[in-house]
């Protein structure tokens, strides 16, 4: 059974970082490519970002082109997404996918505020 636990969203002020954590379990993680998605109030969900089993990345989201960095460690089963100079119109809900198997995880709240 696939799971996806995301983690590490919280209040951080403009400009401020985060970095998100997405443990994943349930099948072989080193194999499949993973994905970050947002969904901001009222919006539809969004795709932020991308990353192959063979580490290459892609950043699909304009505004966050160079402040986001995509990563993941196949030794722990984790991907990352790395939020930097963050703006309160990143807030949102964020969320990894395992596209493969069409899994999602819980979500985790990001939210950019003074």
């Known amino acids: 059974q696939v799971q996806l636990v995301e983690s590490g969203g919280g209040l951080v002020q403009p400009g401020g970082s985060l970095r998100l954590s997405c443990a994943a379990s349930?099948?072989?993680?080193?194999?499949?490519?993973m994905s970050w998605y947002r969904q901001s109030p009222g919006k539809e969900r969004e795709l932020v970002a991308e990353?192959?089993?063979?580490?290459?990345?892609?950043v699909f989201l304009a505004s966050v082109e160079g402040r986001f960095t995509v990563s993941r460690d196949n030794a722990m089963n984790t991907v990352y997404l790395q939020m930097n100079h963050l703006k309160p119109e990143d807030t949102a809900v964020y969320y990894c996918?395992?596209?493969?198997?069409?899994?999602w995880g819980q979500g985790t709240q990001v939210t950019v505020s003074s």
């Open positions: 990353i192959t089993r063979a580490g290459g990345t892609k």
């Open positions: 996918s395992a596209p493969r198997f069409g899994s």
């Open positions: 349930g099948f072989d993680f080193s194999n499949y490519g």
